[in-house]
Nanobody
Framework: QVQLVESGGGLVQPGESLGLSCAAIGVTLDYYAVGWFRQAPGKAREEVACISSSDGHTWYTDSVKGRFTVSKDDNQKTVYLRMNSLRPEDTALYYC???????????????WGEGTQVTVSS
């Protein structure tokens, strides 16, 4: 059974950093585009960062450019999201998704994680 399992969320103060992980179980991510989404209460789901399956190309939504970094480890089992200079508006449930294909970002994901909560508050 294929699963995506997120970890690393927590409560931090504005300006601090967090690192999220998305571990793939039952599949390797060699041929999957992986994206990180977030959803805050009362707000629409938002895609914040993606990494392509093959060549490591990345994409970021404007509000996180220069602060967030998405990467994939060499064994193709884990995707990371490094979040620096966190702001209260980054507070949300963050989850990863994966779609088999050659694109940079998933558009019709094959797999979804259940998410990890990030709260930025003083």
């Amino acid at each position: 059974q294929v699963q995506l399992v997120e970890s690393g969320g927590g409560l931090v103060q504005p300006g601090e950093s967090l690192g999220l992980s998305c571990a793939a179980i039952g599949v390797t991510l060699d041929y999957y585009a992986v994206g990180w989404f977030r959803q805050a209460p009362g707000k629409a789901r938002e895609e914040v960062a993606c990494i392509s399956s093959s060549d490591g190309h990345t994409w970021y939504t404007d509000s996180v450019k220069g602060r967030f970094t998405v990467s994939k480890d060499d064994n193709q089992k884990t995707v990371y999201l490094r979040m620096n200079s966190l702001r209260p508006e980054d507070t949300a449930l963050y989850y990863c998704v994966a779609e088999r294909g050659l694109g940079i970002c998933p558009h019709n994901p094959d797999y979804w994680g259940e998410g990890t909560q990030v709260t930025v508050s003083s």
